[in-house]
């Protein structure tokens, strides 16, 4: 079966998957770059050396031989390209398709009532609800916008984007946490991202003044660049949190992986227009006890609430704190959770793990069979709205972890 994946760019939160694909298919996989990548984003350093993978192809290069493979393959993954065109055809052939999706309404599902939004989703989706087209769910939120334009019923999947998934034992992880702590004798806080407002980096910065005002031993490094970082920083003088707060500017990916692996608490405080997240793959990845916002799309599909991470209702400024005290007071916690987090990625959201259940899932769709797994990637993604996320994730999680929230939301 030969599979072709049709995105805008290639990047390192992709290629570790398409490696992957590229082995599970015995080399019948290929990835078509549509466009090059953003000046902003190269400079944050995600672009990769194209040469470096045999299964890459650039449309803009050898568009009729990219053309022919979007035609021909048994499987078109398609996700990432607002240009419909691509794929126009084949769905017209009623070829199978799955598309791979981040949210439709990320600034909130009231604009689906956009008239000429919905006549564009209905040509790009809604008509396509009884043919072999399926969704691939970059995030929690995504099923509950397609369900407004009633696409793709029962056919919507859990997915994700999969960075590096690095097998570093997490006793040697927790280690060098450890011994860090021992000798500046603080917590270590890291936050990572660019500086724009939906990334609400001041929330980290808000913490640490509440940190620092009530006696307690921290650190905070804030790794990356952007439009806000002259006011974050006016914002830490102001607070009197110089000290303890270091900006490092932006760094390239393996150097934020360095400083997740040091680090004692993740703060990851993006909102709804965060449409999956990856931070939050590689935090956990690095042992991180993590404190999310449920807003984030990632956060819903990744974090057990009280078994691998603590998670807050967007918009919740003294819940999200109160999250972060507790575990700066509580050293033992920060490592049952950081250790949680680890096995939650390299026991199943990896990418290894989504190649090798897409492939057979891949297989039974081509059959006309539609096959869930019971837990994880490839489940059923559930339609839950974004106001009833939260609730709904510590209502299932069962006892234990509305216990657990409890103690970690008193006064909301």
């Not at 609800?129 to 009633?150: M, T």
């Not at 049952?336 to 096995?343: K, P």
Request: glycine share 8%; aromatic share 12%; net charge positive.
């Amino acid at each position: 079966m030969r599979v072709t994946f049709v995105s805008n760019y290639i990047n390192h939160h992709q290629i570790p998957f398409c490696n992957a694909m590229y082995e599970q298919t015995g080399g019948n996989f290929y990835f078509i770059q549509t466009e090059p990548m953003e000046e902003e984003r190269v400079r944050m350093g995600w672009e990769a050396k194209t040469e470096n993978f045999p299964y890459l192809r650039l449309y803009y290069e050898k568009e009729k031989e990219c053309r022919a493979l979007i035609a021909d393959s048994e499987v078109v993954l398609f996700g990432g390209v607002e240009d419909e065109s691509y794929i126009v055809e084949r769905l017209q052939a009623g070829k199978l398709t799955v598309r791979l999706s981040e949210r439709l309404y990320k600034e909130g599902q009231w604009k689906a009532v956009s008239p000429r939004g919905l006549r564009k989703k209905y040509i790009d989706h809604t008509q396509y609800r009884k043919k072999e087209v399926y969704l691939l769910c970059y995030g929690a939120y995504v099923p509950s916008d397609f369900h407004i334009v009633r696409a793709y019923p029962d056919k919507m999947f859990k997915w994700g984007y999969f960075p590096e998934n690095k097998n570093t034992e997490i006793e040697l992880l927790q280690k060098k946490k450890k011994e860090n702590r021992e000798r500046t004798g603080k917590i270590s806080l890291l936050w990572a991202g660019r500086f724009i407002d939906w990334k609400h980096p001041e929330y980290a910065l808000k913490a640490a003044a509440r940190l620092k005002k009530e006696g307690l031993p921290f650190s905070l490094t804030m790794v990356g660049g952007g439009e806000l970082e002259s006011a974050l920083r006016k914002m830490a003088a102001k607070c009197g949190i110089e000290k303890e707060v270091t900006f490092t500017g932006f760094k390239k990916p393996e150097e934020v992986r360095r400083y997740m692996e040091e680090a004692d608490i993740y703060l990851f405080t993006s909102d709804y227009k965060e449409g999956w997240g990856a931070v939050l793959n590689e935090a956990m990845n690095s042992g991180c006890a993590v404190v999310a916002n449920c807003a984030a799309g990632a956060v819903p599909f990744l974090i057990q609430p009280g078994r691998n991470g603590l998670i807050y209702p967007n918009r919740n400024g003294k819940a999200f704190y109160r999250r972060v005290r507790e575990l700066v007071k509580e050293p033992e916690e920060i490592d049952r959770l950081g250790e949680a987090a680890y096995f939650t990625i390299t026991r199943e959201w990896n990418a290894e793990t989504a190649a090798k259940r897409l492939v057979p899932v891949l297989k039974e769709l081509s059959q006309g069979k539609v096959r869930f797994y019971e837990t994880g990637i490839l489940s059923k993604a559930p339609v839950i709205a974004p106001f009833r996320m939260y609730r709904h994730l510590i209502k299932t999680g069962g006892r234990e972890n509305a216990a657990l929230d409890q103690r970690y939301s008193s006064g909301l």
